[in-house]
Nanobody
Framework: QVQLVESGGGLVQAGGSLRLSCTISSRTGINYAMGWFRQAPGKEREFVATITYGGTSTYYEDSVEGRFTISRDNAKNTVYLQMNSLKPEDTAVYYC?????????????????WGQGTQVTVSS
């Protein structure tokens, strides 16, 4: 069973930064892409960023482009989300996910395994 463990969430003032981490607890045996999604209260879960298995391609939701950076360390089975210039509208529970294929995807339903989520709160 693949398990994902997220960390790094917290409370930060607008304009501040946080770095989220997500570690896969067991080897999947496949070349997998990874993604970050978020869900604000009363809203649907939405795509934030994705990265291919080799880390050579990344894709972002428009509102985070230029502020967030997704990266990965395959030797550590870990993906990161560096979040800079945070805004109150970035407040949400952030989830990492594994897609059992080497290419990334913006589609929530394409992902096979999910973490438990970590809360990010940005105060104004």
């Amino acid at each position: 069973q693949v398990q994902l463990v997220e960390s790094g969430g917290g409370l930060v003032q607008a304009g501040g930064s946080l770095r989220l981490s997500c570690t896969i607890s067991s080897r999947t045996g496949i070349n997998y892409a990874m993604g970050w999604f978020r869900q604000a209260p009363g809203k649907e879960r939405e795509f934030v960023a994705t990265i291919t298995y080799g880390g050579t391609s990344t894709y972002y939701e428009d509102s985070v482009e230029g502020r967030f950076t997704i990266s990965r360390d395959n030797a550590k089975n870990t993906v990161y989300l560096q979040m800079n210039s945070l805004k109150p509208e970035d407040t949400a529970v952030y989830y990492c996910a594994v897609l059992a294929a080497p290419w990334g995807s913006r589609g929530l339903n394409d992902y096979d395994y999910w973490g438990q989520g970590t809360q990010v709160t940005v105060s104004s």
